[in-house]
């Protein structure tokens, strides 16, 4: 059967015919007789029928209206014969007939799988787009599920992780070509953050058995922001869990927020996560960044990256950890039990915002137990000691607040949560390294509010690796098509 008009115009008949029906129903006694839900239920069930008959229609319109395609001399291929495939839309699956034509060297070809931009899969892109938009936030099953409970669609929890995998391969190269935020839009500060969380993966070991252990997903942040000048006071008695006075309260006016936050997460290691921040800070810089600030926990090989990849930065050390040293040094040198324990965390966190940080070293390294202190109290008083003593050269915070700079990594603690561990860490989650980082770069991309954009672009990279045009061609104009049926 070719797609002659006459087909055409039986499928358009029947197209038609089906949305009298609806019409009827709606004003028939069955519909009078029935609830809202189940209207809206029985209607919304009958235009996925109705969508996949309009989308079979439209793919005959194109089918028919196609030319043969033309050698470099003009010379058209030869038909050979109407080849179908299937073709996974939202509305369900629906065949595609269209013509094959012999090449002269050779080989042959499909041409309206180039102008339809068809992937060499039978799944549409809107229907990926929506499977992976799901799996980004909820397990494979789930997500297969819920679009089947909606859609009727049946995707395999197997193809789907495919797809992914494949969907997955143009995020970094979609980051690389975007465009930097106006500096306008800019804060005059350039904060970068980084940090690491553990996913469970499962390797195979050497004789086939699987193993269970950890990989660290580095998370990186990129953002600017306006100067913050909080009272230290009001700093200090927030982390040590005291009621903050009054008069360090500050004015009720917006606390500046990041502006164009990115994040980007990777399992390839810290060099690679370096590469694209450096990368990303690189095309954020210029005249209208006043200052360059770097936050990171105490960790030395992360610090040292930083002084060696983003030496224009200026390394702080985040002052949540120093507060958690500096309460457990305090339980450790006044028990746990002490009354005035948050005053004592107070103090101390006051002194160091305010450039007396020896003071509290002289404390912690130097102490005098309120009483005969365990080994653990001993251990936690040193530990606190040392600590704060390796760190003392990114713990300049009166300079920093002066400056209005960020002292605290709440951007890159809270990415760590609900990008990595809140979708990779579920109970009885194990990953392979390619599923894990698709899913993590996707979920970034959802995080980073790029969805439409990236797959837009990767679209436009799948039908120039299949076809070799930087985009689908021109749709053969409307009134062209429907010529055919009249």
């Given at each position: ?21 609806l ?39 194109r ?30 699956p ?44 909820d ?7 819920l ?100 008069a360090?309260?500050?004015?009720k ?22 590469d ?22 105490g ?16 390394l ?26 948050s005053d ?71 990415a ?30 959802r ?14 990279r799948?039908?120039?690796r ?16 429907l010529?055919?049926?009249?």
């Amino acid at each position: 059967m070719t797609q002659d008009p006459t087909t055409i115009l039986r499928r358009v008949g029947e197209a038609d015919e089906q949305f009298q029906g609806l019409m009827s129903y709606l004003r028939g006694p069955e519909a009078q007789a029935s609830t809202a839900g189940e209207v809206e239920l029985r209607l919304f069930r009958s235009l996925l029928a109705l969508g996949a008959k309009l989308l079979g229609l439209y793919f005959a319109l194109r089918a028919a209206a196609e030319a043969a395609p033309q050698d470099e001399d003009g010379v058209p291929a030869a038909f050979h014969s109407w080849q179908s495939r299937i073709y996974s839309s939202v509305f369900g699956p629906v065949t595609v007939r269209r013509r094959y034509y012999r090449r002269p060297g050779g080989g042959g070809t499909c041409p309206l799988d180039e102008r339809l931009s068809f992937s060499g899969r039978c799944y549409s892109d809107v229907l990926r787009d929506w499977l992976e938009f799901a799996v980004t936030n909820d397990a494979y099953a789930q997500a297969t599920g819920l679009l089947k409970r909606i859609l009727g669609v049946d995707v395999s929890t197997h193809a789907l992780e495919r797809l992914t995998e494949e969907d997955a391969q143009d995020v970094e190269a979609f980051y690389a070509q975007k465009a930097p935020p106006p500096p306008a839009d800019e804060g005059s500060i350039l904060v970068v953050q980084v940090d690491g969380k553990g996913v469970r993966m499962s390797q195979p070991t050497e004789d086939g058995a699987p193993r269970t252990e950890k990989k660290e997903a580095v998370v990186t942040a990129i953002y600017s922001i306006q100067p913050h000048r909080p009272h230290a006071e009001a700093i200090a008695d927030t982390l040590a869990g005291k009621e903050v006075e009054t008069a360090f309260v500050p004015p009720k006016q917006p606390r500046p927020e990041p502006r164009a936050k990115e994040l980007r997460v990777t399992l390839e290691g810290k060099d690679a996560a370096f590469d694209q921040l450096v990368e990303a800070a690189r095309k954020r810089d210029g005249p209208h960044i006043q200052h360059r600030a770097a936050l990171t926990d105490g960790a030395v090989l992360l610090q040292q990256r930083v002084r060696d990849r983003l030496p224009d930065f200026t390394l702080i050390l985040d002052l949540v950890h120093v507060s958690d040293y500096v309460r457990s040094g305090a339980e450790g040198l006044l028990g746990q039990r002490y009354e005035h324990l948050s005053d004592f965390v107070a103090c101390r966190l006051l002194e160091i915002l305010t450039g007396k940080l020896e003071v509290v070293l002289a404390i912690f390294e130097n102490p005098v137990f309120l009483k005969p202190p365990t080994p653990a109290e001993r251990a936690a008083v040193a530990t606190a000691a040392r600590y704060l003593r390796n760190n003392a050269d990114l713990m300049h915070y009166d300079q920093y607040l002066a400056t209005g700079l960020p002292i605290a990594t709440g951007v890159i603690e809270g990415a760590c949560v609900y990008l990595v561990k809140d979708r990779m860490e579920r109970a009885g989650m194990k990953w392979r390294p390619p599923g894990a980082q698709a899913v993590l770069s996707l979920r970034t991309v959802r995080v980073n509010d790029d969805w439409d954009d990236y797959q837009h672009f990767r679209r436009q990279r799948h039908h120039l690796r299949r076809y070799g045009s930087t985009q689908a061609p021109q749709s053969i104009p409307e009134h062209g098509c429907l010529d055919l049926a009249a």
